[in-house]
């Protein structure tokens, strides 16, 4: 078993590979938003992020969904209306920070 250390460095790791592939800056943008509201679905991620850049909500619902499955730092939410929420997991908001910045 892997000791709560071990496993952020990994965490730290997939994150960092992750965003080396951000050409655009909008990976980088989804996660500050995070970091920012701590828990947004991806209506409200697809509304904020349509301000700087042009994007689909497949696209960032696909983005959402390698963040909470391969990264492994956010959890889900779901609603009495059955629309998801996505927070980043607490004990992973410092990493993000210190990869990612938050104006």
């Known amino acids: 078993m892997r000791s709560p250390s071990e496993i952020k ?36 991620l697809v509304f904020e992020l349509q301000k700087q850049f042009t994007v689909t909500f497949h696209a960032i619902a696909s983005m959402v969904g390698i963040i909470a499955s391969r990264i492994g730092i956010l959890h889900s939410i779901r609603n009495p209306d059955g629309v998801n929420s996505y927070a980043l997991k607490e004990k992973y908001v410092e990493i993000v920070i210190g990869i990612v910045g938050v104006c």
């Open 9 to 44: 460095r990994v965490i730290e790791g997939r994150l960092r590979s992750y965003l080396s592939r951000d050409r655009t800056g909008i990976r980088r943008e989804v996660l500050r938003l995070f970091v920012k509201t701590r828990s947004i679905t991806i209506a409200e």
